[in-house]
Structure formats: C-alpha cells, structure tokens
C-alpha cells in the first residue's frame, strides 16, 4: 500500500497534466465557447505543454536525477516560459501548412507535445526512480556536491530556455521574411466602354437578337499563388422566383494568372434568346468546371438583366 501510495504522488503532476489536456482539447473541438473555453484554454497554453516539455528534460521531481536540480519554483518559471515559446512555434509554423491559425488546430498540436513529453516524462522518471535511495546518497554527500548540482540544474535549465527562445525568435524572423499570405480571394467584376474608358456602369439593358455587343470582364488574382481560372457567359431565362427555366451557355474563356495580377477580358456578347429581363451571367471558378455549371456551384458569380428583342 506504501508503494502504491508513493507511486501515485509521484506521478500526480503527470496526470493532472494528462487530465487537463484532454479537457482542453476537448473544450476547443466541442461547441464550447466563451469564458468558459477560455477558462480552459488559457491556462492550458501558458503552462502545461511546457510543464510537460520541463518534466520529460528534467524527470525527478525531487530533482536531482542526473546531477541537475529543479526547484518548484523554478520549474513553474521555465513551464511558463517554455509553454510561450512552444505556442509561438506552433503558431508560426502553421503559417505553412493548409491548417489556419486558429484555437483547434494550435491546441491540438500543444496537445500531442503535451502527451508526447508527459509519456517521455513517465519514461524516465520510473527509470530514476529504480535505485532512489543510492542516487540520494550519491548526490547529498557534502554540500559542496549539492551546490554544484543546484548550479547546474539552474545553468542546464537556462541553457534550454534560450535555446527555446531562439528556435522560436528565427521561426518569427523567418516567417515575417516571406510574403504576408493574408486572406486569399479572388477579385471578379463586369466593366463596360465609355469614351475609352472602362467602368462599372452603363451595361446595355437592351440587346437585338443576334446581335453583338462588347464587354469587359476582369479577375484579379489575390490567392497568392498561381491560380486557373475558367469564366464562364450564360444567357438564362427566370422565373418570377429567381430560378432559371433555361440558360445557354454563350462562351467559355480560361487563363492562368500568377498572385497579385489582373485578367481582363474584352468578348462579345452574342444573345441567341429572346425575352424581358434575362439574366446574362458571369460564372468564375478555380481548375476546372463543374457538368453543369450553375450560380450555386460557381466560386464567384455576377450578372446584368437585359431585354432581347
């Protein structure tokens, strides 16, 4: 019973460190939200990932496995400390990934470091605790031995945080070295020619059948990187409710356009139905089009109304 008792404080933090990251992680994947996700939240991504990372560097709580001595204060110090440093490299290296910086996928990979380091920490320490008595022994014959180890913990520690400190500083610096992705959207729009002069307005509001006219449409690439675009002109015809009875596909166009530039397009508009308030429509999608390519599936939509006579 003894033993048993012993081995249960000695894993205590250990738990209460499993236990809360399950907690958090469970809080931020739930519906949760508000105080009380920040409740959870907060105190888990300022200390128990780097309590985790601390006790699998540092296993023996009564700290002086290895020569290297943490006190409870200390040990909370380079938790809090560690805990930041972990949050900000997680933080900027998402800024590579197609995972958005945001609360479920930030806590969820402080969370497989806490687990991963609370095992690591498991690991150890039930392999330091296997001669306590000796190790005791060992380390605590004068005081002299006992400095030198409390200096090295504290130097060894030290040493650790600075070098968490910069793997986090050159993963800012290089982050704010690339290109700023920002939010990624595409710019789509209908212009018409006046003077020589392109602007949005004065679209025809009347066409003759089989006759053309000339507009302008214009797709401008903010998805930082290169992307296909495909437009696509429709001729359709509406019910009272907005729905389309029929609609013709009057021409396809597609072009390649690297990050920041601008698509403009000068086609001929051509009707070939004939009816009040017909919806000519511009649909713009990315690599590809769908069968049927329809206002609900496209990625931007824009049209005029038009009489044909």
Not at 125 to 140: C, H, I, L, T, Y
Request: proline share 5%; hydrophobic share 40%.
């Amino acid at each position: 019973m003894g033993r048993w008792s012993g081995l249960s404080t000695e894993l205590a933090d250990l738990v209460t460190i499993t236990v809360i990251t399950t907690v958090a992680l469970a809080a931020t994947v739930s519906p949760v939200d508000g105080l009380l996700l920040a409740a959870v939240a907060i105190p888990f991504l300022l200390f128990v990932p780097g309590y985790a990372l601390i006790a699998a560097l540092f296993p023996d709580r009564e700290s002086m496995y290895q020569q290297h001595r943490l006190v409870g204060l200390e040990r909370i110090l380079y938790a809090v400390v560690a805990s930041i440093c972990l949050a900000v490299i997680v933080g900027v290296n998402l800024e590579f990934t197609n995972w958005p910086i945001r609360s479920v996928p930030v806590v969820s990979a402080l969370a497989a470091v806490a687990y991963l380091s609370t095992f690591v920490a498991l690991y150890r320490r039930k392999a330091s605790g296997s001669e306590p008595s000796k190790s005791a022994v060992q380390f605590n014959t004068g005081s002299n031995s006992e400095t030198q180890s409390d200096d090295g913990g504290v130097q060894l520690g030290s040493i650790i945080v600075a070098v968490a400190i910069m793997v986090a500083l050159v993963s800012v610096t290089f982050v704010a070295a690339q290109p700023q992705r920002g939010e990624t959207y595409s710019e789509f729009g209908l212009l018409t020619e006046n003077n020589g002069t392109l602007q949005a307005d004065g679209y025809p509001e009347e066409m003759a059948l089989g006759e053309s006219s000339d507009l302008y449409f214009t797709v401008t690439n903010r998805e930082q990187q290169h992307t296909n675009y495909v437009v696509v002109v429709q001729l359709t015809r509406t019910a009272p409710t907005g729905d389309a009875t029929e609609r013709t596909r009057l021409d396809t166009y597609s072009e390649t356009i690297s990050p920041g530039n601008t698509w403009q397009k000068r086609h001929t508009v051509t009707p070939v139905l004939e009816g009040e308030r017909l919806r000519l429509t511009y649909l713009l999608y990315r690599d590809g089009i769908p069968d049927q390519p329809t206002v609900d599936n496209a990625y931007r939509e824009t049209h005029i109304w038009i009489d044909v006579t």
